[in-house]
């Protein structure tokens, strides 16, 4: 890991550290582990769109496929919550095998509709293979996880492990960058034909990074059913995986802090809203909850327009020209002095 | 077929639905020359290139590099081979810097592989270390050290057909095919290039050229071939080029 990396890497763990001494109340710790689960998706989205450039609408598709395989397997079979994210990941590193290798024959606008049938295709199930998944009404009793014997009952407990879990997903996303397989994968984003005339075997690549990012989501998935012990087909609609690529685009392609900063923007956004709305309603203004959508596409809208590069390097850039502006200042003092 | 052919282009044929690109071209690249291919635009050079490494595949014909058949290999199969390229539009990695770029180049001479290089990545300090040193080494070759850690996209078109070259012999090639890397150059930058192509011709690394540039190309050539509708027309030195009737007809048009 490179030098400001390592920086914001243990600051990371700092922010990890501190955040329930200073959030005492379970429901906001809730939110905040919820928090986690977007976060590490995006940072397995996030290596596959950002580096490798390939885009997926489809990786709701392997949260969900994480949390029914984590929900099936503790309920029915009665199995360890800790073997059903095992098989979880076993299973989605097969299918996303199977999916990548025809879909990322494809490029862009087709990959992404590729990936977003896909999607849809995991969500059908899911509400209509009524024996397997429970239908709409979904699985009940999903056990918690237990940690060397301990069961992750409270709330905080859960915080802590959810968020090791991102601050582990963040650790081997900036390995890989920094490395002999990160700079193949960067290679074929910024040109396939010179990628492979370094010998670089782009297939296999494109595959294999489309099986990593698969496996971010599914141990996503496996973590929040075991948090939230019932799952439902409801939050893993092709809205999902939308709503995850809207939070690497809106935190920053190009960098894995930016999408850890859309993640937990977009995963917090709601909360604001509500938070929000008590004010309005004293100046009189009824705030409807279904309005929240139109402030997710305003905001969509008003990033992309001035941040292209998203939330994060906007702010870095905006921050360096800040410190550009102190130091001509200091230097003007200096010649003063 | 010259004893020392290191690549052999058996009456290679290429078509796209009824045009012809290459015809029955029968051409050999010998072993540590500088070797020119010339045509008018449209002839095929660059289709030859695509089809020697593996973009394009023939529609009949043969290609054997170092007595060894290239035929259904993909591009990256081709570049560990030994042949490296340089593309007509430059295509160098924009986002990543120029030691990246150059890094990047090491594919094939190391092996990290996703579990050590996401996992432990001190096991592969060493390797790691190796990669950045011989960057670094090919960097100071081209002049271009002092842009290391500059993003490859920010550089003049010059450095970056420089930087491009400099990639492609960090894979380190037996056969590199440079397309047009004189194009879009001013005429100190093309000097320049054309000195990089005799130090490269002197680490004993077999240069096959497609290049407009008349001057450079007589100038740094043992061989140069002519290329006229996907058919060779001439093929000798430049002198006898330079005499050649039937390529000063193709030039000029009758």
Avoid at chain 1, 65 to 92: F, N, Q
Avoid at chain 1, 244 to 270: D, K, R
Avoid at chain 1, 300 to 328: D, N, Q, T
């Amino acid at each position: 890991m490179k030098g400001k990396h390592s920086a914001g890497f243990f600051a990371l763990i700092g922010a990890i550290m501190v955040m329930p001494l200073l959030v005492t109340n379970d429901y906001y710790l809730g939110v905040l582990t919820f928090t986690a689960f977007n976060c590490l998706t995006c940072v397995g989205l996030c290596l596959l769109m950002g580096y490798a450039g390939q885009i997926s609408i489809g990786h709701g598709a392997f949260v969900a496929i994480g949390a029914y395989t984590t929900g099936i397997l503790t309920t029915k079979l009665a199995w360890s919550p800790w073997l059903a994210m095992l098989c979880g990941v076993v299973l989605v590193l097969v299918i996303a095998f199977c999916v990548g290798i025809p879909a990322l024959r494809l490029k862009g606008h087709y990959l992404a509709m590729a990936t977003l049938g896909f999607a849809s295709i995991v969500h059908v199930v899911a509400v209509a293979a009524v024996d397997l998944t429970g239908g709409p009404a979904g699985i009940v009793g999903i056990p918690r996880l237990n940690l060397f014997g301990y069961v992750l009952n409270s709330d905080k407990q859960y915080f802590y492990f959810a968020w090791s879990a991102v601050a582990a997903g963040v650790y081997i996303a900036l390995n890989l960058i920094y490395s002999r397989v990160g700079r193949g994968l960067q290679a074929l984003h910024g040109s396939e034909d010179a990628a492979a005339s370094l010998g670089i075997n782009i297939t296999a690549y494109k595959v294999q990074i489309f099986m990593l990012s698969a496996v971010f989501a599914s141990v996503s998935g496996s973590l929040y059913a075991c948090y939230v012990n019932y799952i439902d087909p409801g939050p893993f609609d092709v809205m999902h995986s939308v709503l995850l690529i809207t939070m690497v685009a809106v935190g920053g392609l190009h960098s894995i802090w930016g999408a850890l900063t859309g993640a937990v923007v977009l995963s917090l956004l709601p909360e604001i809203l509500s938070f929000l709305s008590d004010y309005l309603q004293v100046v009189g203004i009824q705030y409807q909850p279904d309005y929240d959508t139109l402030v997710y596409g305003g905001i969509l809208l008003i990033i992309m327009l001035f941040l292209p590069e998203g939330i994060f390097s906007g702010i870095s850039s905006v921050l360096s020209r800040v410190r550009l502006l102190f130091g001509k200042t200091a230097k003007g003092t200096d010649h003063a002095g | 077929m010259p004893d020392n052919s290191i690549l052999r282009l058996n009456r290679l044929r290429r078509t796209f639905g009824g045009v012809v690109a290459v015809s029955d071209l029968t051409l050999d690249v010998c072993r540590g020359t500088v070797t020119s291919l010339i045509g008018p635009n449209g002839a095929g050079k660059t289709t030859i290139f695509n089809l020697i490494t593996g973009y394009l595949h023939p529609t009949a014909g043969e290609i054997i590099f170092n007595g060894r058949s290239l035929m259904g290999l993909k591009p990256h199969r081709i570049a560990a081979a030994g042949i490296g390229r340089t593309f007509q539009n430059v295509q160098i990695f924009p986002q990543m810097s120029v030691l990246e770029n150059i890094m990047a180049g090491r594919h094939l001479r190391s092996r990290a592989g996703f579990f050590y290089s996401s996992i432990l990545p001190p096991v592969l300090r060493g390797e790691e270390k190796k990669i950045q040193e011989s960057a670094e080494k090919q960097l100071h070759f081209l002049g271009l050290a002092p842009k290391a850690h500059v993003p490859a996209g920010s550089l003049p078109l010059g450095s970056q057909r420089m930087l491009e070259i400099a990639r492609a012999l960090a894979i380190e090639p037996k056969l590199l095919l440079l397309d047009e890397p004189a194009s879009g150059l001013n005429s100190r930058e093309t000097i320049a290039m054309g000195e990089l192509i005799q130090k490269i011709k002197a680490m004993q690394i077999t240069v096959l050229l497609v290049e407009h540039d008349m001057e450079l190309v007589m100038d740094i050539s043992d061989a140069v071939a002519v290329i006229n509708f996907g058919s060779l027309i001439a093929n000798g030195s430049p002198a006898e080029i330079q005499a050649n009737e039937d390529v000063i007809a193709a030039y000029l048009g009758e």
